[in-house]
C-alpha cells in the first residue's frame, strides 16, 4: 500500500509584531465587540464577500481568526488583530494557497485587511500590512502574495499600491456579488525577489 507523504506543519509565526504605531496579535475571542462594531458596518462590508454582520455571522468569523495562528496547508490563515495605543484599529488575514508540488509547503499567500472607519485615513492599514508582507516572506517559503479586491474599492488598491504590489489584472464578472449581480475582480501581485529588491 502506497503510504502518502505529508509535508511537515509549518511552525506558528512569533507575535506580537511591532511597528512604529502598531502591534500586531493574535485575535482573540475578547475582541468580538470591537471586530463586531466594524463588520456590522455597510461600509465596511462593502466590498467584503460578506454582508454586514449579524450576532451568528460574527460568531463565526470570530471562530475562524481565533484559530487562525498556525496556517500550514493551503486554505488556512493566519489572523492577526492590530492595536494602536491598546485599541483594536482593525485586522488582517495572510491566507495560504497553492504549493508547487504535494510534498511542498504553500508557496502563494493571499492578503486581506479590514480596519474600522474611526481609523482610516491614519496609514494604519498600510503600515500594518508591511509589516505582514515582511512576516509572510520571511516566515514561510512563499514566492508570491497577491490580493483580490473589488476594482471599485479604492482605499484598499492604495494600500496595495503603497506594498509595492503590481496591479496585474482585472477580471471581468468573476464574483458572485451579495445582491446577485456579478461582480469585476481586481488582482495584485508582489513576488518574493521584488520583496527583497526592495529592502
Ligand atoms: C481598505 C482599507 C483598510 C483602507 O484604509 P485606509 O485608511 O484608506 O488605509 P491606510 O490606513 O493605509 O491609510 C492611508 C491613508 O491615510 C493617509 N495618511 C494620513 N496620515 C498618514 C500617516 N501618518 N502615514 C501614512 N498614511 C497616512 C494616507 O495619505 C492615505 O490616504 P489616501 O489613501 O487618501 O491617499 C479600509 O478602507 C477598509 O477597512 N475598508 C473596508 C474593508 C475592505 O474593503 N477591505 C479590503 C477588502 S479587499
Same mark, same amino acid.
Given at each position: 500500500? &502506497? +503510504?502518502?507523504?505529508?509535508?511537515? *506543519?509549518? !511552525?506558528? $509565526?512569533?507575535?506580537?509584531?511591532?511597528?512604529?504605531?502598531? %502591534?500586531?496579535?493574535?485575535?482573540?475571542?475578547?475582541? @468580538?465587540? &470591537?471586530?463586531?462594531?466594524?463588520?456590522?458596518?455597510?461600509?465596511?462590508?462593502? =466590498?467584503?464577500?460578506? @454582508?454586514?454582520?449579524? *450576532?451568528?455571522?460574527?460568531?463565526?468569523?470570530?471562530?475562524? %481568526?481565533?484559530?487562525? +495562528?498556525?496556517?500550514?496547508?493551503?486554505?488556512?490563515?493566519?489572523?492577526? *488583530?492590530?492595536?494602536?495605543?491598546?485599541?483594536?484599529?482593525?485586522?488582517? %488575514?495572510?491566507?495560504?494557497?497553492?504549493?508547487?508540488?504535494?510534498?511542498?509547503? $504553500?508557496?502563494?499567500?493571499?492578503?486581506?485587511?479590514?480596519?474600522? !472607519?474611526?481609523? *482610516?485615513?491614519?496609514?494604519? #492599514?498600510?503600515?500594518?500590512?508591511?509589516? /505582514?508582507?515582511?512576516? #509572510?516572506?520571511?516566515? =514561510?517559503?512563499?514566492?508570491?502574495?497577491?490580493?483580490?479586491?473589488? $476594482?471599485?474599492?479604492?482605499?484598499?488598491?492604495?494600500?496595495?499600491?503603497?506594498?509595492? %504590489?503590481?496591479?496585474?489584472?482585472?477580471?471581468?464578472?468573476?464574483?458572485?456579488?451579495?445582491?446577485?449581480?456579478?461582480?469585476? +475582480?481586481?488582482?495584485?501581485? /508582489?513576488?518574493?525577489?521584488?520583496?527583497?529588491?526592495?529592502?
Amino acid at each position: 500500500m &502506497a +503510504t502518502e507523504l505529508i509535508p511537515p *506543519a509549518l !511552525p506558528a $509565526p512569533l507575535l506580537p509584531v511591532r511597528t512604529e504605531r502598531l %502591534m500586531l496579535r493574535a485575535v482573540l475571542p475578547s475582541d @468580538g465587540a &470591537a471586530i463586531g462594531a466594524y463588520c456590522a458596518s455597510p461600509e465596511v462590508t462593502r =466590498y467584503l464577500p460578506f @454582508g454586514p454582520l449579524d *450576532a451568528e455571522g460574527l460568531r463565526e468569523r470570530m471562530e475562524r %481568526m481565533v484559530a487562525g +495562528t498556525a496556517p500550514s496547508v493551503p486554505g488556512e490563515m493566519l489572523s492577526l *488583530a492590530v492595536e494602536h495605543e491598546g485599541v483594536l484599529v482593525g485586522d488582517l %488575514m495572510l491566507r495560504l494557497a497553492a504549493r508547487h508540488g504535494p510534498q511542498d509547503p $504553500p508557496a502563494i499567500g493571499e492578503l486581506g485587511w479590514v480596519f474600522a !472607519p474611526e481609523y *482610516a485615513g491614519r496609514g494604519f #492599514a498600510t503600515e500594518s500590512a508591511r509589516a /505582514l508582507v515582511d512576516l #509572510a516572506f520571511t516566515h =514561510y517559503p512563499l514566492h508570491r502574495l497577491m490580493a483580490q479586491l473589488d $476594482p471599485r474599492n479604492l482605499p484598499s488598491a492604495r494600500v496595495c499600491e503603497r506594498l509595492g %504590489m503590481r496591479h496585474e489584472a482585472h477580471t471581468r464578472e468573476d464574483f458572485a456579488e451579495q445582491d446577485g449581480t456579478w461582480g469585476d +475582480t481586481a488582482v495584485y501581485g /508582489l513576488l518574493r525577489r521584488e520583496w527583497e529588491a526592495r529592502r
